[in-house]
Structure formats: structure tokens, C-alpha cells
């Protein structure tokens, strides 16, 4: 549409409008504008300008004024916000690129967003602007923090370095948070020694760049800092700060006495490095991996350090402490004792326990506090599913020969997104799973709930910065198969053994054995049943069928590539990761990114009407249409671009009475033990969970006859919390989906009360109520195990306590079906 000429004359029912409920509070919203900014702000709209593009018998057309005053109070209070959850640097951003100091109302003619938005005109005035057919649609998202970040970004920038989102970034998240990591590193190296970020000249050289990620400017600040900590956290790993030979080797290294980060065109290594070059210390990247493998830039620091000359004296056993004590070798770690061959008198094997050393200092993996059991299990996996393959990892990782039967051919693609959160994010990184699944990750920058009208009922900002802070570990949106393919490699990595095609068929508890309806059979000294909730294991278990229950929700999961998605603010949304739930009546939706923002992930959860004994079966696109049709014009726009759609019956299972089976030789892991609603995205999370600990559990046991112990304590351990995150779910529901009424608006005001503030419990979104967020995202598998274990460390059976025959020393006796060997 082109611009549109004023209207000559407006009717008299619109000109009463403007002037009741558009000019009289005019000069009220003049004296807000002017006392949030500081300065003083004029107002200046033409309502004859805007009306001609007014839609026939609309909100605009019919109450022109008080669409005027809605939208110009709207912008005051977005803007409000803004300021109050970033500071004062938004004043100053406006005031100077908006230096008419002016706000208007404009038609969008350069077509930049789909309802409505903000630009900075050449005039220098702040407008409003609303796009062909929207005037009055989606009026309090305007000036919307990220409607506000694009219009100050596209104005003219000619009187500050880089843009808008880059010096909010560096005030954000440098400017404000770098003091105590460089009192830190002074700290570590007994010396103050500067962080110079070189903000502008690494700015310059991204925004030149073509292969630079996107959103390299509004991370601009929390990446550098990153960077600066992952030296900080790369020395402490190394015993500088309590080793004067390693500080002062670096001190003296930095002649210059500073650290600087900078991009250079081209590296030596795979993502980022350091090098020291005229006595100064540079962490680089090139512009491409900007942002990747953040906290590894550090490591070689000592292979740039001169050789370290140890005199020879009779005191070598110190220094080969030293070597061992590190936690981690560094490749080309140069610790070299001269003369070598000289030996002290009576120490002839002093140069092979150098030796030995050295080679125990080879790059091992990030489980190096994942204690491995000096007996070996035989562990047979039921289920290759994430609960089966965490605690296939897990075992292995502990020692343990682990198989794993799959009744499916092959891995294939099921269940679309999946939401990791930081107590199983830890978990995966701590297993050193590849690099290609972080790098397709989408970080979810802030959490929205909206009303299913499209009111903001409450947003949480810096969603990911809060995660990696309070938690030490990420929030991630990623693709179920990317992380179930993941996990597979790491466990193929680690010797775990995978039998595809073999469908459960008994389980005979005595042996323990496993027979499949193929007729193949295994022996192990453990089963886990990781077969999820349709578990043929928890039918042997029991001794009868017991069938999955309905919970009255069904799910429709609708994945949407960015090449499916032709509106330019939708393709925005999902370009830059962020989580967004619409709740209402008796449903509730959830979206997100996936693969780098470049796929749109949406679950519609709404009440079940699939027949009986259907649990999953092709969806309408016109009957998610028509059950969303009233809900916020973003959602429905999302699903105007849906091809197909799936629906699936959300089910439930009771309790258990018990997870581990009386001859303590078969144990239950994730949905086959404690399926959830997906409400809280914590079934594949806590299924992580359980993996991790039944795994740390049996690298703790020093024989087998500790096994019983091991999975009694691990039952204790899970089935509490695993029972507790399933009434949490239901409880969500009931939240998310309550009915219009008192207690919706109740719910409703308890959100607003709260909206850009500090959270207080109860809060009505369990994802960021500060009574269940900790519980649930805090919780860390080997923190756990340890603490237990060091209250209640696993006891030796000396003798036997069952009943059976004499057993003579060093002879094998049997007893109930186990081989116990007396030594």
C-alpha cells in the first residue's frame, strides 16, 4: 500500500473521540514522556493523517482518539520497562538518536514489521509506526524492548561507535560486571595486570564481516567477558593462583603488562586462541567463531611460556606431584628436569615416574571427577531413548560393560523439540558430548507468558544470562534427535554395545536374562528398563499388563523451517531465540527456536478427543485453525504456515511401589518409572537425571556385592523427586489452563503485580517461580551422589547374610541364584 493522502474532514463522531479521549490526556502523556526521559518531549499526531488507514467499522475507525492515546500510553509504558530492566543507558540511547525529542504516529511504508513497531525518522523524531490494514492492532507492542532495539539500531549512528544493541550490551553485560573478574585475575597472578576488551575494533571488524553470527552485537558484552573468564577459569583450573613458579612465569611473559582481546582474520587452531605477541597476551577468534567454545580460548597458555629449568637436588618427587596434580594436561606442557639421566643415589626409576607422569597428563575427557569402579558389571540397557542412552554414558563412564537392546531399526526422528534445562545441561556437558550439538543449539534470550489474547503477563529478560549465572549451566532449545544422536556417538565412543531390532519379550529375574521375541537372549548382572511409557519391562516387573493412562490433554507438535515462514517478524521471532507461552481457557501453547534459530518449534496443548485406544494419529490444520482462531495474532499467523501437524495422547502412569525388584538385579530409569506431562519440559530432563546417578552410584561400588546398596540408595535418591516433578506438571496445567473467571483473574493480577520486577513466590509459571525454579534447574547429579556417599558410604559384606550352605575359603559357593566368590 502506498502512502495515503490526510483526510480533508474527520466525521463528528470520530472528531468528538480525538478530542474526549485523545486531547485531553495529551498533555498528561507529555509530562510522563518528559519525566521518564528526563527531558522534555512533545507529543505531535495527526489524526486526519492516520485515519484514511482505518479499516472499515475498526477499533481505529470507530475510537480514533483513544487508539491515538492507547498507543502513545503503551510506548510509555514499554518503554518504562526497558529502562527499569536495563537502566538508564536507554534514556540516554533515546534522547540522542531520537534528538527532536518528539514522538509521532506514522503509516509503515518500508514495510518493517507485520503489526506494528518504532522507527527513528530523518527529523530525528521517535514514530510509531503501523502497518497496511493493522492501524490499532497489537497496540501495546509498539515500542516493545525489541521493536525499540531495531528502530534506535536503524537510526542514524553517526555521533556514537557501533550500534544501539552493541553499546547496551557492553553496558549490560561488561561495563557493569567485569570488575570482579579483574580482581580476580589480579588475584590469581598476584598482580594487576588490565583487561583491555577493544570494543570498537572488534565491532568494526564483525559488522564488516559476512559470516558473523547475527546477534553478534547484542552479545557483544557478555562474550568478551566471557573470554576474560575463561582465562580466569583456565589459570584456577591450573594452579596459578597458588603456584609463584607459574605466576611468575606468566608475569614475566607480559612485559606489557596486559591482556587484550581482538579478532584477527585467520587462527592456528580450530575456534579461538591465545598468543603472547610483544609482551602482551591476546585471546583471539576470527569473526566466524565469534561466540563458540567461549571458555576454551585459554588453553595452551603454557606451551607460550619459556621452559621451566629445574636444578637437580634430591627433591624430585615434589615436582612429579606437581605434574600429577593437575587437573588436566596441557598439550605441549613444557616441565623439563635437567639433567635427566643424573639420578639422586638409590632412585633409579625417578625418569620412568617423570615418564609416567607426563602420559597421564594426556587430553582425557571432562568426567574426570567420575569415579570408576574397580569391578566391572555387565549391564544390559532396555531402551535406547535419552533415559537409556544417560545411563548407558553414565555406566560406562563408571567402568561397566553396558549393551543396549532397541526394539526400532534405527534412531530416527521423534518428538521434534525438546527443552534442556540447566540440571540435565550440566549433565551433558560434563559427559563431553560432541560439539555439533551445542553449535545447533538455539539459548533462549528471555521467557514470555502471554495471555491467550496476547497480553504480557509476565517476561523474564536475559533468560540465558540468568541460567548460565544462578545455575553455571545453559538453557537450550534444541532438536530431540540432534541430542538423542548425540548421545548415541558418546556412547558408541565408549564402548557401549547397541542390539537394534530386538523387541522385549521376557525377563527372567532369577539370572538376570532378557529374551526378545526374536529369540535372542543376554545375561547380565543389572537390567535397566529404559523403555519408556509404554514399557514391555514394567509389564514382566508387575506380572500383568498394566496399560498407560489418558490425562485428558493431547499435544499437536508443529516444527516450521525459517523457509516456511514468509512474515518478516515471525521470521525475527524465530531468529532470535526466545520462549514464548500463551495460556487460556482449558489449553495452552509454547513455541521456541531450534537449530540456530533457523527452525520454529510449537506445542498446542488443548483437552483430548482422540478415540479410544488411539494414542497418536495425523492432525487437521483447519481444526488447530478454528481452536486458535481467538488467540493472539501472533500465535495464529505462526499456524497459518503449517502444512501438517501431528497429535499426540498425552498419558500417565501410577506410581510404583518400587523401582528396583526384590532380588536387586533390575532397576527402572525415566518414563518407563515416572512419565510426565510436558509442562515443565522435565521428562527427557529428569530422565538425564536418573542416568547420571545410576551411573555415579555404580562407579562408587568396590564389589559386586555392593550392587543391592548401590540401586536401593538410587531409588531412595530418584523416586522422590521423580514423583514430586510429575505433581508439579499437573499442577502447572491447572494453571496454565484455567478456565475465564475469578480465579483466571486472579492468576492473572498475581503475573501483572509482578511483571518487570523481582519475582516472589508463589509464582503462577513454575519456569520462573523462585519457590520451584531452584529446585528444579539447581539440582546437580554429582553434587548429590558425593554428599550422600560421604554421610553413608556403601558398607563391605564381609560375610553372607542370606541363609544357605557352608562356604569354605576361596571355593565358590551358590546361594539363591548368585555367584558370590569368598575370598
Not at 107 to 130: H, Q, V
Not at 232 to 253: R, V
Not at 477 to 482: G, L, M, N, P, S
Not at 556 to 563: C, E, P, S
Amino acid at each position: 500500500m502506498s502512502r495515503l493522502p490526510a483526510a480533508e474532514k474527520l466525521p463528528l463522531a470520530v472528531r468528538k473521540n480525538v478530542r474526549d479521549d485523545w486531547e485531553k490526556v495529551k498533555p498528561e502523556l507529555e509530562k510522563k514522556f518528559s519525566d521518564l526521559l528526563g527531558v522534555e518531549w512533545t507529543i505531535d499526531v495527526n489524526p486526519a493523517a492516520i485515519y484514511p488507514y482505518a479499516e472499515a467499522d475498526s477499533y481505529a475507525a470507530n475510537s480514533l482518539g483513544s487508539c491515538i492515546a492507547s498507543y502513545i500510553s503503551g510506548a510509555e509504558y514499554q518503554l518504562k520497562y526497558s529502562i527499569s530492566s536495563v537502566g538508564d543507558i536507554i534514556k540516554d540511547e533515546v534522547n540522542t538518536l531520537a534528538h527532536a525529542h518528539t514522538i509521532t504516529i506514522d503509516f509503515d511504508e518500508e514495510k518493517l514489521f507485520s503489526y506494528c513497531g518504532a522507527k527513528i525518522t530523518p527529523a530525528g523524531e521517535l514514530a510509531i509506526i503501523f502497518s497496511a490494514g493493522n492501524l490499532g492492532t497489537n497496540i501495546d507492542y509498539a515500542l516493545e524492548k525489541g521493536n525499540l532495539t531495531k528502530a534506535l539500531n536503524a537510526a542514524d549512528q553517526a555521533s556514537k561507535p557501533m550500534n544501539h544493541s552493541a553499546r547496551v550490551a557492553i553496558f549490560e553485560d561488561y561495563e557493569s560486571k567485569i570488575a570482579p573478574v579483574q580482581e580476580k585475575l589480579n588475584k590469581i597472578l598476584a598482580k594487576e595486570i588490565p583487561l583491555v576488551p577493544n570494543f570498537e575494533a572488534v565491532y568494526e571488524k564483525l559488522a564488516a564481516s559476512s559470516d558473523a553470527r547475527d546477534d553478534f552485537a547484542s552479545n557483544l558484552g557478555s562474550f568478551v567477558r566471557g573470554y576474560f573468564e575463561g582465562l580466569n577459569d583456565y589459570l584456577t583450573y591450573q594452579k596459578f593462583d597458588s603456584d609463584e613458579m607459574l605466576q611468575e612465569g606468566l608475569t614475566e611473559a607480559l612485559e606489557g603488562n596486559a591482556i587484550h582481546f581482538r579478532i584477527v582474520d585467520a587462527l592456528k587452531k580450530s575456534y579461538n586462541e591465545a598468543v603472547i605477541e610483544d609482551g602482551i597476551l591476546y585471546l583471539q577468534t576470527n569473526t566466524a567463531n565469534f561466540g563458540t567454545n567461549i571458555h576454551q580460548i585459554a588453553e595452551g597458555i603454557l606451551e607460550l611460556l619459556p621452559h621451566v629449568s629445574i636444578p637437580m637436588s634430591h627433591h624430585f618427587d615434589p615436582v612429579i606431584l606437581r605434574i600429577l596434580r593437575a587437573p588436566f594436561y596441557c598439550p605441549g606442557l613444557r616441565v623439563v628436569i635437567f639433567p635427566i639421566m643424573a639420578k639422586p643415589p638409590g632412585d633409579a626409576g625417578l625418569d620412568s615416574r617423570v615418564a609416567s607422569a607426563y602420559e597421564d597428563r594426556m587430553p582425557v575427557n571432562t568426567m574426570q571427577h567420575h569415579a570408576k569402579s574397580p569391578v566391572s558389571l555387565d549391564i544390559i540397557v532396555v531402551g535406547a531413548g535419552l533415559s537409556g542412552l544417560a545411563s548407558a554414558i553414565s555406566c560406562a563412564l563408571s567402568g561397566h560393560s553396558v549393551t543396549i537392546i532397541e526394539s526400532t531399526e534405527e534412531l530416527s526422528e521423534v518428538g521434534a523439540g525438546l527443552q534442556v534445562t540447566p540440571n540435565s545441561s550440566r549433565l551433558l556437558q560434563q559427559w563431553g558430548l560432541p560439539d555439533k550439538l551445542w553449535e545447533t543449539a538455539a539459548e533462549p534470550t528471555y521467557l514470555a507468558v502471554h495471555k491467550y489474547t496476547g497480553q504480557t503477563l509476565a517476561m523474564e529478560e536475559n533468560f540465558d544470562k540468568k541460567m548460565r549465572v544462578k545455575y553455571g549451566a545453559p538453557f537450550i532449545d534444541i532438536h530431540r534427535v540432534d541430542l538423542q544422536l548425540s548421545m548415541f556417538d558418546r556412547a558408541k565412543d565408549l564402548g557401549v554395545k547397541f542390539h537394534f531390532g530386538e523387541k522385549v519379550d521376557n525377563i527372567d529375574f532369577n539370572i538376570p536374562q532378557i529374551t526378545t521375541k526374536s529369540g535372542f537372549t543376554a545375561n547380565a548382572n543389572l537390567i535397566i528398563a529404559a523403555d519408556g511409557i509404554w514399557s514391555a519391562c514394567r509389564n514382566n516387573f508387575l506380572g500383568t499388563k498394566d496399560q498407560p493412562k489418558p490425562t485428558g490433554d493431547l499435544a499437536y507438535r508443529i516444527v516450521l523451517t525459517l523457509d516456511q515462514i514468509q512474515d518478516p517478524e515471525l521470521r525475527e521471532w524465530v531468529k532470535n531465540p526466545s520462549v514464548h507461552f500463551w495460556i487460556g481457557p482449558g489449553a495452552h501453547a509454547v513455541g521456541y527456536s531450534l537449530r540456530d534459530g533457523e527452525m520454529y518449534n510449537i506445542v498446542l496443548l488443548v483437552p483430548d478427543d482422540l478415540p479410544e485406544g488411539v494414542s497418536r494419529q495425523a492432525g487437521s490444520v483447519e481444526e488447530i485453525r478454528e481452536l486458535f482462531k481467538d488467540w493472539d495474532p501472533i500465535l495464529t499467523k505462526f499456524l497459518n504456515f503449517v502444512e501438517s501437524v501431528d497429535k499426540w495422547r498425552l498419558m500417565h502412569r501410577n506410581e510404583l511401589p518400587s523401582w528396583v525388584n526384590d532380588k536387586r538385579n533390575f532397576v527402572f530409569v525415566g518414563d518407563a518409572c515416572h512419565p510426565m506431562l510436558p509442562y515443565l519440559a522435565q521428562g527427557a530432563n529428569s530422565a538425564v537425571e536418573d542416568g547420571a546417578v545410576l551411573g555415579l552410584l555404580l562407579g562408587r561400588i568396590q564389589s559386586k556385592s555392593q550392587l543391592p546398596q548401590a540401586l536401593m540408595l538410587y531409588e531412595r535418591l530418584r523416586k522422590t523427586r521423580g514423583e514430586a516433578i510429575v505433581k508439579e506438571t499437573f499442577k502447572q496445567r491447572a494453571s496454565f489452563h484455567m478456565m475465564n473467571g475469578p480465579e483466571q483473574e486472579a492468576r492473572d493480577e498475581l503475573f501483572l503485580s509482578q511483571l518487570g520486577g523481582e519475582l516472589k513466590g508463589p509464582f503462577p509459571s513454575r519456569w520462573t517461580c523462585p519457590d520451584v525454579q531452584p529446585w528444579l534447574y539447581g539440582y546437580d547429579a554429582y553434587n548429590e551422589v558425593e554428599e550422600v556417599l560421604k554421610k553413608e558410604p556403601f558398607k563391605e559384606n564381609k560375610r553372607l547374610v542370606h541363609p544357605g550352605p557352608k562356604v569354605i575359603y576361596g571355593q565358590v559357593a551358590k546361594i539363591r541364584d548368585v555367584v558370590v566368590l569368598v575370598a
